[in-house]
């Protein structure tokens, strides 16, 4: 996750597909974000075969993988590539706002952005037109942010089965929509335990402590979070609560969404933290660039600390407290790592070759389920969600 601080209007850029780019942005991809940036060094795909199918028959195909790297989008690209077709993405407005190139080399290549903390009608059009057209595979990724935890799964947003509803509501005479869960995991060298200590000392000199390089390092990694946590309580609460790690997240995590919800009219249906901090951050960002009547110079201050204390809050959901101790292997080991790292140092350390192993599950045939009643079309969404979730855990568990 990474700190939203902005307050720039939001301007929906379409797909805009170029396709004498595509080579070249497949070469990019290849050599430049996979090698070198996300040091990807194999990737293995399962039941792609099944998905390339439906393809050459016209169907509307909808991708839902899990999300818990930077480099999920350029894995499942590349996969799907080396299965002779193109995929299409929905991506959050924020990489769009990079720069005006990043943004056109995102379109071209068939990536569109939406506003993730708000009702994206152009976002949800786009979407429902491309899987009516049947033409490309589109890939949403529907936990909606990087959480560095492979094997557990956050709740799921219900806008990825609503949007494939309606499509497969207007499909025509023979074509069928289907919903594909797709489980990224990611195993790491062995090497990787070689600098495991390199970078604990890094983010323990970060937070001004003295590096332990004799402790081991699931005991340093332990105390690092609860370091940081204590941090985090005593800058928002004025002091480091008591009690266990988990229960502490959630205490401060609730404690800042209360805060910042007792200033904005509560949304009755967002439920889930996330759900509650993607409400707030709606209502936050919509008074900020109130043109009618702009915030004082001090009210502005408040809106942007709010918008700090529900990244927090955030930030707090998205640590499971027993992760790494629950099952200690390296892998969990280097995930909390680079999620510390991202949170510490504002990105993430690859400094070893990993593999990427990609399952695409039986495909979820969505048009025979609402033929034979099975999930109707309004209020479907809930229910395709839950099917969606299980299958997804099915996958990384």
């Given at each position: 996750?990474?700190?939203?601080?902005n307050d720039?209007?939001?301007?929906?850029?379409?797909?805009?597909?170029?396709?004498?780019?595509?080579?070249?942005?497949?070469?990019?991809?290849?050599?430049?974000?996979l090698?070198?940036?996300?040091?990807?060094?194999?990737?293995?795909?399962?039941?792609?075969?099944?998905?390339?199918?439906?393809?050459?028959?016209?169907h509307?195909?909808l991708?839902?993988?899990?999300?818990?790297?930077?480099s999920d989008?350029?894995?499942?690209?590349?996969?799907?590539?080396?299965?002779?077709?193109?995929?299409l993405?929905m991506?959050?407005r924020?990489?769009f706002?990079?720069?005006?190139?990043?943004?056109?080399a995102?379109?071209?290549?068939?990536v569109f952005?939406?506003?993730?903390?708000?009702?994206?009608?152009s976002?949800?059009?786009?979407?429902?037109?491309l899987?009516?057209?049947?033409?490309?595979p589109?890939?949403?990724f529907?936990e909606g942010?990087?959480?560095?935890h492979?094997?557990?799964?956050?709740?799921?947003?219900?806008?990825?089965?609503?949007?494939?509803?309606?499509?497969?509501?207007r499909?025509?005479?023979?074509?069928?929509a289907?919903?594909?869960?797709?489980?990224?995991?990611?195993?790491?060298d062995?090497?990787?335990?070689?600098?495991?200590?390199?970078?604990?000392?890094r983010?323990?000199?970060?937070?001004?402590?003295?590096?332990?390089?004799?402790m081991?390092?699931?005991?340093?990694?332990?105390?690092?979070?609860?370091?940081?946590?204590?941090?985090?309580?005593t800058?928002?609460?004025?002091?480091a609560s008591?009690?266990?790690?988990?229960e502490?997240?959630?205490?401060?995590?609730a404690?800042l969404?209360?805060q910042?919800e007792?200033?904005?009219?509560?949304?009755?249906?967002?439920?889930?933290?996330?759900?509650?901090?993607?409400?707030?951050?709606?209502?936050i960002?919509?008074r900020?660039?109130?043109?009618?009547k702009?915030?004082?110079?001090?009210?502005?201050?408040?809106?942007?600390?709010?918008?700090?204390r529900?990244?927090?809050?955030?930030q707090?959901?998205?640590?499971?407290g027993?992760?790494?101790?629950?099952d200690p292997?390296?892998?969990?080991?280097a995930?909390?790592?680079?999620?510390?790292?991202e949170?510490?140092?504002?990105?993430?350390?690859?400094?070893?070759?990993?593999?990427?192993h990609?399952?695409?599950?039986?495909p979820?045939a969505?048009?025979?389920?609402?033929d034979?009643?099975?999930?109707?079309?309004?209020g479907?969404a809930?229910?395709?969600?839950?099917?969606?979730?299980?299958?997804l855990?099915?996958?990384?568990?």
């Open positions: 996750m990474r700190r939203l601080r720039l209007p939001y301007t929906f850029r379409p797909p805009q597909l170029q396709d004498w780019l595509r080579p070249l942005g497949l070469g990019m991809n290849r050599l430049f974000h090698s070198r940036k996300y040091k990807i060094g194999k990737i293995e795909g399962e039941g792609f075969r099944r998905v390339r199918e439906l393809h050459a028959e016209g509307a195909i991708l839902a993988p899990n999300h818990s790297d930077h989008p350029h894995v499942v690209m590349e996969l799907i590539h080396r299965h002779g077709m193109r995929a993405f991506a959050a924020e990489i706002e990079v720069s005006p190139t990043t943004s056109w995102l379109q071209s290549m068939g952005s939406v506003d993730r903390d708000g009702p994206d009608l976002a949800m059009k786009t979407a429902i037109n899987l009516e057209s049947g033409s490309d589109l890939v949403i529907p942010e990087i959480y560095h492979h094997r557990r799964l956050d709740p799921l947003n219900e806008g990825v089965a609503s949007i494939l509803l309606k499509a497969a509501s499909l025509p005479e023979g074509k069928r289907y919903l594909i869960p797709v489980g990224i995991r990611f195993f790491h062995p090497a990787v335990e070689a600098t495991f200590s390199d970078r604990l000392s983010l323990e000199d970060r937070i001004g402590w003295t590096p332990k390089p004799s081991p390092v699931d005991e340093r990694i332990l105390r690092l979070g609860t370091g940081i946590l204590a941090l985090k309580e800058e928002y609460l004025g002091y008591g009690g266990g790690v988990q502490r997240l959630t205490y401060l995590c404690t969404l209360e910042v007792a200033r904005y009219p509560r949304d009755a249906k967002a439920v889930t933290p996330p759900e509650r901090v993607r409400a707030l951050r709606f209502r960002r919509r900020l660039l109130d043109l009618e702009p915030p004082t110079h001090g009210e502005r201050e408040i809106l942007l600390n709010d918008l700090d529900v990244f927090t809050a955030l707090a959901h998205s640590y499971i027993d992760y790494l101790l629950e292997t390296m892998d969990r080991r995930e909390t790592l680079l999620k510390l790292e949170d510490l140092l504002g990105f993430p350390t690859y400094p070893i070759l990993r593999s990427a990609v399952v695409a599950a039986e979820i969505v048009s025979e389920m609402l034979a009643g099975e999930i109707p079309l309004k479907g809930l229910p395709l969600t839950e099917l969606l979730e299980r299958r855990r099915d996958l990384l568990e």
